[in-house]
């Protein structure tokens, strides 16, 4: 049997091959392109020769043909789609930081006045009452102004004598006796306050330990107001300090958090009134101002002997501390 090898050329798997003239063939298997390509002709017929000398026949004549390899056809890329490209000017980023500086300062506006809306509420409703004429309905002002409307300029006058134990009886008014609360308070006429005044210990002021004087003084601000640890009591000699929230946290569990929110509408000449062991003390208000927090002058003992107000301002913030100094009423 003769072998007979030939080179052929083909672009891809899908066309068939030539062969030498004269010859027909049929291609047993396709190569891979990772396999070594060749094709073997599983049979060949002799065609009819035109030559003049025709080439002979083999039988069961079997060839082998050689193939190149074949390079995979790439495939064509697609055209890149360009994206539009954002200029970084000098306007866009001015831009940019205005428009964060605007959104992060008006999430902040919202966020402080929902946490203080118990404090602000009360602004609100004082402007309110400004604006509607109603600024003076405060009732212990309406009481005092209506007494003094009614006072007789002739003082009293002695009761006749009557026989009749009814008609006696019916002589007699109604008795003007004040009242004082078994607990200490402070009342505050401007803006209608009525607050229970906390003492707190004295024992870790002597210790030196700020940090617990700290957390028993804001306890004691859930029930009410406090009289700072130290400091005079009313009637002694010396500084009488009381501190109160004008604003705190709204998830707080205490009753008094915003107790001072209006502090700052008490006037120079207005009155304030202690009650402290069942004993009235009347003060009146000669200044108010503002000081930093490390101003911690303002708790001295020496000099007159005064009432001094404490309370955090801006409202809902503690920037600073808003001070309200009262003299004792001259007996």
Known sequence: MAIRTYKISISDGTKTPSAPAGETFKLASMPTPQAKPTATVASVKSAPSTSA??????????????????????KPRQ?????????????????????FVAVTAAIFMISFFILNWQSYSQLFQTKLDMVKGAINSNPYITEQLRNLKNASPEGQKPLPIVQNPTAARKQIPDLNMSISPVDDRVLIPRISQ?????????????????AALEGQIQDALRHGVVHFPGTAYPGQSGNVVITGHSS???????????????????????????????????????????????????LTQEGENRLTLITCTPVGTALNRLVILARPEAQ
Do not use: C
Request: charged share 25%.
């Open 194 to 210: 009525n607050v229970p005044i906390v003492q707190v210990p004295t024992d870790k002021l002597l210790q030196k330990d700020w």
């Open 79 to 99: 055209a890149h789609k360009s994206r539009p490209v954002r200029t970084s000017t000098l306007a866009y980023r001015i831009w940019s930081a205005l428009e």
């Open 53 to 74: 000398s025709p080439r002979p026949v083999f039988p069961d004549e079997k060839i082998t043909y050689i193939l190149p390899a074949s390079v995979p056809s790439e």
């Open 248 to 298: 705190y946290f709204p998830w707080d569990s205490g009753r008094f958090k915003d107790v001072f929110a209006l502090l700052h509408q008490v006037n120079v000449g207005d009155e304030i009134v202690v009650y402290h062991d069942q004993h009235k003390y009347k003060y009146i208000v000669y200044d108010k101002k503002v000081v930093k927090p490390d101003q911690v002058g303002v």
